[in-house]
């Protein structure tokens, strides 16, 4: 009897939210962002951006760019600003997708 409710309550939290928690999603939150790494592109996509200021930063640290300054939101939807990375100074943009344009 003891073998049977323990089968029961498994196959009960098995087809429950216990399994449903696992949405298989990675990495970011935003389901613009398809995983957690900054990807570098030739020119920055267009569209709004959901990222906050605070979160834009981040990502650029994530890509390894120190010293974040000026960092504002354009009329393209993206953040820009200026950082430095090996060394060289740059203007950064990230797009609402999560890549970044160095220039």
Request: glycine share 12%; charged share 20%; net charge positive.
């Amino acid at each position: 009897m003891k073998r049977m409710i323990m089968t029961v309550v498994g196959a009960a939290l098995a087809t429950t939210g216990a399994a449903a928690q696992s949405s298989g999603q990675s990495g970011s939150h935003n389901p613009v962002v398809k995983d957690g790494t900054a990807h570098h592109v030739a020119a920055p996509a267009k569209g709004r951006s959901s990222f906050t200021e605070d979160q834009a930063k981040g990502r650029l640290m994530k890509a390894g760019y120190t010293d974040i300054t000026d960092l504002k939101g354009t009329r393209n939807g993206a953040w820009q600003g200026m950082a430095m990375k090996n060394g060289k100074k740059m203007t950064v943009t990230l797009d609402y997708k999560g890549n970044v344009t160095a220039r």
